[in-house]
């Protein structure tokens, strides 16, 4: 039986119309039950949705209905710039709302029996006069409240919207009743004896509208990062098409394209340099302050400055597969995803709701019953205080809003979280295990020596590198790179076989040519009958204090000789790794190197622990020893072979120069060559877990204090929605000190 094929399908769209974490968890639930869904994440802050799913059994057309049967809106992802530049809607509304609302505030001041300044105009103290302000500010501006409200109704759920419908509504329907009643009962001389509410619903609608408005903002500039990024792709740039000169926007370039770039302007593709020369600011995407020089053959990357000269680019990948759009993917679906506090947090907001609908009910009996008995004004006052103030919108704002601005944070300093989880767990990691070649390493070892025991130096490397030229290892192609340099013929090799952490063999001018590590030597020779004792010569020890790696030569089962290649450190290596024992974290090396030059090069950068002469399904077999122990996992390699442990630790960093696959296998990448940015990215990541549990302190006091106050009458109504609003824009305002970090 043929096993059943899955096309998975990931669709990332706009939500309109959350107001709050309770409709973000809501919608989450609903799509879940979807035949075929896998996964759903639901974004308040960034008002962003991903749905993952089978493409056999659902398709993006049933995600959209099933969205806006629930009374959302669905859209195509726009550009953070676009997604939050226009706010002119909600600022229209707030300022009408706050004409109408002004002259029922004067009335309340005069109800609280304050001595005002001014005379109150005896057009304000009609009740049919207050009628007509506030309706309009209750049915009209409030109607996408009301709106809400029945969204979450009919789905089965209670939100932000419902709280601010049942408070308003029952200050304005009360005091209309009233307003109405002498009409009802055949008695128009009579003005009602009963104390009006309208101020109170209508001041509630303008704050709520203002902390809108305020919060907004706050969101927008949380999104910096992310804007950034998008404007790199923004403007008309010059190109040179078969023969022909077009301004084109930078989504239309085509591979082969040829660009202008002058100096000061942004390189809008990844491509090759093809005439001219100048030094490129790549600090955006490396963290490299000084601008590295780039001339004729040399890549450039999208995003990237050109700093003095003129330069001419050829088009490699432009548009969704340039380095920028990239890291805007991995940003979006970072600040999208929900690290697993996210998750409990939001499970606290939409279990809080119905809870505090009870609370508030229970507040309206007790005052009625047994505070004041039959009043009923005063109770529904109470109880709109209560329904008011204790809105879950800043317990629900307090994690993915610090997750927004972290995230956007290190990515501004060129480390991409492709999770919110891996942000989570960064901080937890314990020990930091670090890949040597490439990673610590430049990546582009040179031969240093060549010691000779059975043949002269040239043929000792001309076999070397015959044996070596189709090894896909850099020691490899350094070898086959140094022979070529000094003029050597390549000879034929045959039976090529690739011994993955101890060398090469294959047959060269009809000998069994072996190079590879003492390991693989100390094998060959003993099956060769050659004492392997007395064969390693005492120079290499010389050379691994050094440093240095060691490759062993033999023919035919003899020892020829050996080679001594030096992988130069890079200059951030010593200062991350001293970074990093600063934050407390235990650093150790991990390579397949002989235990002497693993120790050196440890001795070198002041890493304590030395994992030597490891081959490739050893790194793996170190994590899962590592984490069995109770230790919390760090991996950062680069390689082809480092992807297993990647994927096993529990958070994988891969340099962005890395291979595809080990960019694939990590949870986090680190954009150029600095490594200083591992040490970054765990401070950042222990900053913004200690923001989200401030924010939600800050949160939960918040209720923790204002439900008892209101409950007891210490809070007017529009005191309550003041705080309500107010602790919203707190939260979200100790989330931007993030941006400082």
């Known amino acids: ?213 305020i919060e907004a903002a706050a969101r927008k500039r949380s999104l910096h990062a992310l804007m950034d990024l998008h404007d790199m792709q923004q403007g008309r740039i010059q190109v040179e098409r078969r023969g022909e000169k077009l301004h084109i926007a930078p989504y239309e370039v085509e591979p082969g394209d040829l660009i202008a770039i002058v100096p000061g302007s942004r390189i809008p593709v990844d491509g090759q340099v093809v005439e001219g020369q100048s030094g490129v600011d790549e600090s955006m995407m490396t963290g490299e302050a000084v601008p590295v020089e780039k001339g004729t053959g040399d890549q450039v990357v999208a995003g990237t400055v050109n700093q003095a000269g003129r330069l001419s680019v050829r088009a490699e990948r432009a548009g969704a597969d340039s380095s920028v759009a990239r890291l805007i993917r991995l940003l979006e679906d970072a600040q999208s995803s929900k690290p697993p506090i996210q998750r409990k947090a939001d ?187 007395s064969a390693k010569p005492y120079t290499t020890s010389r050379m691994e204090a050094a440093g240095k790696t060691v490759l062993y030569v033999a023919a035919d089962g003899r020892l020829l000789g050996l080679l001594g290649i030096r992988d130069a450190m890079k200059r951030s290596s010593k200062q991350a790794v001293g970074q990093l024992n600063k934050l407390g974290l235990e650093a150790a090396l991990v390579t397949g190197d002989h235990p002497r030059t693993a120790y050196a090069v440890a001795e070198e950068l002041g890493i304590s622990g030395v994992y030597a002469e490891v081959p490739p399904s050893g790194k793996l077999h170190i994590v899962r020893e590592l984490q069995q122990k109770g230790e919390r996992v760090l991996m950062v390699g680069d390689g082809l072979n480092d992807a297993p442990a990647l994927a096993a630790a529990d958070v994988g960093m891969s340099l962005s120069t890395g291979s595809d696959i080990s960019q694939e296998a990590a949870d986090v990448s680190l954009l150029g060559g600095n490594l200083t940015a591992i040490a970054e990215a765990i401070r950042l990541s222990r900053r913004t877990m200690s923001n989200i549990r401030q924010n939600l302190a800050l949160a939960i006091a918040y209720n923790g204090i204002a439900i008892p106050f209101a409950a007891l009458g210490f809070l007017e109504p529009w005191m309550a929605c003041s705080a309500m609003a107010l602790s919203s824009i707190t939260v979200v305002g100790n989330a931007l000190r993030l941006q400082r970090a």
């Not at 226009?86 to 609280?112: E, Y």
């Not at 919207?161 to 308003?168: A, K, N, P, Q």
């Not at 047959?507 to 020779?525: A, F, H, P, Y």
């Open 1 to 213: 039986m043929e096993k059943e094929e899955h096309h998975i399908d990931r669709y990332t769209f706009e939500v309109t119309g959350m107001t709050c974490a309770a409709c973000a968890a809501r919608l989450e639930k609903v799509l879940l039950k979807l035949n075929g869904l896998e996964e759903a994440r639901v974004n308040l802050a960034t008002g962003r949705a991903i749905a993952v799913f089978d493409a056999m059994k659902a398709d993006r057309e049933q995600v959209r209905r099933k969205v806006e049967q629930l009374g959302y809106g669905v859209r195509e992802v726009q550009p953070a710039s676009a997604s939050y530049g226009s706010g002119r809607s909600g600022l229209v509304r707030f300022v009408l709302a706050l004409l109408l609302t002004l002259p029922l505030f004067g009335v309340m001041l005069h109800h609280s029996g304050l001595s005002l300044p001014w005379q109150m105009p005896e057009l304000l103290l009609n009740s049919w006069f207050q009628l007509a302000l506030a309706t309009p500010v209750q049915l009209v501006i409030g109607l996408p409240f009301y709106k809400g409200a029945l969204r979450a109704v009919r789905s089965g759920g209670a939100n932000m919207d419902v709280l601010i419908v049942l408070g308003t509504s029952s200050a304005y329907f009360y005091s209309l009743f009233h307003v109405l009643w002498p009409l009802l009962a055949h008695n128009q001389g009579t003005a009602s004896p009963h104390h009006l509410y309208f101020e109170t619903g209508a001041i509630i609608m303008t704050i709520v509208l203002l902390g809108k408005l």
């Open 347 to 533: 499970e606290m907001a939409d279990m809080f709701v119905p809870l505090l609908i009870a609370l508030a009910l229970m507040t309206f009996l007790f005052w009625i019953i047994l505070i004041d008995r039959g009043n009923i004004g005063i109770a529904t006052e109470r109880m709109i205080a209560v329904l008011i103030v204790a809105c879950p919108c800043a317990i629900g704002l307090a994690t993915p809003i610090s997750v927004l601005v972290g995230s956007g944070r290190a990515a501004q300093k060129g480390i991409l979280f492709k999770e919110g989880s891996s942000l989570e767990t960064l901080h937890q990691v314990t020990v930091v295990l670090l890949d040597k070649t490439g990673t610590l390493t430049q990546g582009t070892p040179e031969v240093t020596d060549l010691h000779t025991v059975a043949t002269t130096e040239r043929r000792l490397l001309a076999l070397a590198a015959s044996a070596e030229q189709h090894s896909e290892h850099p020691l490899g192609r350094t070898v086959v790179h140094t022979a070529l340099l000094q003029g050597l013929k390549l000879l034929p090799g045959e039976q090529f076989e690739a011994l993955p952490g101890y060398g090469v063999r294959a047959r060269v001018d009809r000998q069994e040519i072996v190079i590879g590590s003492w390991k693989l030597m100390e094998q060959t020779l003993r099956h060769s009958g050659t004492g392997a004792a």
